[in-house]
C-alpha cells in the first residue's frame, strides 16, 4: 500500500489507490471476530491517511452532559472499551460534548478551541475538524471525530460519504459486540447446563444394586445436557426392591429439576411404605400440590416391588409404558399391563391399582422411556413397540447384551441420527442363582 494515502482527499490520490486501502481494509477487518481487534485493525490501516488525530466518544452508560473517551489514536496503549471501561476518561461539556450530544454531523474548518474547554490538550494545535455520528437506535450514541492541523482540511462534498462509511462501520462493530455476548453468554449457560447435568446424574444409582435372582443393567441418555427420565432401584421397608422408572413431560433443565423433585419425593415415600401404589399417591399428592400441572409438568411413572424369595413383582403404574416380558420358557412375550391411574402432578386423589407378576427363571423384563418407542427414522416412520420386541426376542443373553440388542436396532433403524427426546432402558433378567 502507497504511504500517505487518504480517502478523505481525492486531490492526494488516485481512485485506484483509495480502492487498493479500501480492499485492504475490508479483507482484514472482515477476519476479525472480536470487535476490540476489529477497530484495532481499522486504525492501524487508518494510520497510513495524513490525519492528525483521531478521537471517538461515546455516551453509553452515563448521564448527560458526561461521555467517555472511548479511543485516541494519540494513547500509547488502547484499553478495550468494553471489558475495560474503568480505565477510560469520562469528561464533560466542552466543544466534544457538543459533538457527542449534537446527533448531527460537525464540520468546522477554523477550529478555535477555549482555553478552559475540558479536551482543550486534545484539541490544540488543530485547525479543522469532522465530527461523524454513529446512530444506534436513532440516537448518535458514538461520535468519531477526525483532527488535522491545517485550516479547511475537509472536502465538504464528501461528509455524506464519511457519515455513510463510519455508521456501516459502526454497524458491523455492534454486531461484533453482539455475537461476543452471545458467545460469552452461552459459554456460561453450557457451564451451567453441564453442572445441571452432573448433578442430574449424580441423582441417577452410582451402581446398579445386588439383588438376589436378578441379573441388572441399565441404559440413560438424555436428549440434550440433562433431561426428564429417570430410573431407581432401593430397598423397601418389607425387604422387597423398589423398581422405578419415570419420564417428565419434555426435556432439556426444567424437565431435570422436576425430576429431581420427583426423585426426592419417591425417596421420602419409600421410606414408609413399600407397595407401589401407595407410594405412587403419595408422590403424586406432593407434585399436584406443588402446582407442577401449572408449570406444564407432568411425570409417567411404573413402579414395581420385586420380592427375591416369591420371585414375584408387585406393580403400579401413573400412566406409564407398560415394561415388556419376554418369558423364555415358553416364548411368549406381553406387556405388564395395569389399570393405573393418571400421570403424576395431573390431579389430587386418584388411586394407582396394584398387579402382582409371578416371575420364573429366564423372564427378562424390559422397562423404557418413549424416547425409543418414538423414535423416527429419516422417512419419518416411528420405531415404534413392535420393532423394540423384536430387539428382546433372544433369550438366553445377560440383561446387559440384552439392552445392547435394544440400541443397536435401535441405531439401525434410525441410521444413527440423533434422537429427539430421552432415552432410559431397563433390563430385569430373573435367574437361578
Not at 492528525?52 to 453509553?60: F, P
Not at 454486531?175 to 458467545?183: I, P
Request: overall charge negative.
Amino acid at each position: 500500500m502507497k504511504e500517505g494515502v487518504d480517502l478523505f482527499d481525492r486531490e492526494g490520490s488516485t481512485w485506484q489507490e483509495r480502492l487498493d486501502l479500501i480492499v485492504d481494509t475490508m479483507r482484514a477487518i472482515s477476519r476479525e471476530t472480536n470487535p476490540h481487534d476489529m477497530v484495532a485493525a481499522y486504525s492501524e490501516r487508518m494510520r497510513w491517511t495524513r490525519m492528525g488525530r483521531v478521537i471517538s466518544l461515546s455516551r453509553r452508560g452515563v448521564e448527560p452532559p458526561k461521555f467517555v473517551l472511548a479511543r485516541d489514536s494519540h494513547w500509547e496503549t488502547q484499553p478495550n472499551p468494553w471489558h475495560e471501561r474503568d480505565q477510560l476518561p469520562v469528561l464533560e461539556g466542552g466543544l466534544l460534548g457538543e459533538l457527542v450530544y449534537g446527533n448531527e454531523p460537525r464540520l468546522i474548518q477554523d477550529l478555535e478551541v477555549a482555553a478552559d474547554d475540558p479536551a482543550a490538550d486534545r484539541l490544540r494545535g488543530f485547525g479543522s475538524l469532522v465530527a461523524l455520528p454513529v446512530f444506534d437506535h436513532g440516537e448518535a450514541l458514538n461520535v468519531v471525530v477526525f483532527l488535522r492541523e491545517r485550516r479547511n482540511a475537509f472536502d465538504p462534498e464528501e461528509l455524506p460519504n464519511w457519515v455513510w462509511m463510519t455508521n456501516l462501520f459502526g454497524r458491523a462493530t455492534h454486531n461484533l459486540v453482539l455475537t461476543d455476548e452471545v458467545k460469552r453468554a452461552y459459554a456460561m449457560l453450557d457451564a451451567e447446563l453441564r453442572l445441571i447435568a452432573d448433578i442430574q446424574r449424580s441423582l441417577l444409582p452410582p451402581a446398579l444394586p445386588r439383588i438376589p435372582n436378578l441379573d441388572l443393567a441399565a441404559y440413560y441418555r438424555p436428549a440434550t445436557r440433562a433431561g426428564g427420565d429417570y430410573y431407581d432401584f432401593f430397598p423397601l421397608p418389607d425387604g422387597t426392591w423398589g423398581v422405578l422408572i419415570a419420564d417428565v413431560s419434555g426435556h432439556g433443565s426444567p424437565a431435570a429439576v422436576e425430576m429431581a423433585i420427583t426423585r426426592t419425593l419417591a425417596h421420602i415415600a419409600a421410606q414408609e411404605m413399600s407397595e407401589p401404589g401407595p407410594i405412587l399417591e403419595a408422590v403424586n399428592r406432593n407434585l399436584a400440590a406443588r402446582g407442577s400441572t401449572a408449570r406444564g409438568a407432568f411425570v409417567t411413572a411404573f413402579l414395581g416391588a420385586y420380592d427375591p424369595q416369591a420371585r414375584t413383582l408387585r406393580y403400579a403404574s401413573a400412566g406409564h409404558h407398560p415394561p415388556r416380558l419376554k418369558r423364555c420358557s415358553d416364548g411368549s412375550l406381553f406387556g405388564l399391563e395395569v389399570a393405573g391411574g393418571p400421570p403424576l402432578g395431573v390431579i389430587q386423589g386418584p388411586r394407582y391399582r396394584e398387579e402382582v407378576a409371578e416371575l420364573v427363571v429366564g423372564d427378562q423384563i424390559l422397562f423404557y422411556t418413549d424416547g425409543i418407542t418414538e423414535a423416527f427414522n429419516d422417512t419419518n416412520e416411528m420405531f415404534g413397540r413392535e420393532r423394540l420386541d423384536k430387539t428382546i426376542e433372544n433369550c438366553g443373553i445377560s440383561a446387559q447384551a440384552l439392552i445392547d440388542s435394544v440400541l443397536e436396532g435401535l441405531s439401525r433403524f434410525t441410521h444413527g441420527q440423533e434422537l429427539a427426546d430421552d432415552l432410559t432402558l431397563l433390563v430385569v433378567r430373573v435367574t437361578g442363582d
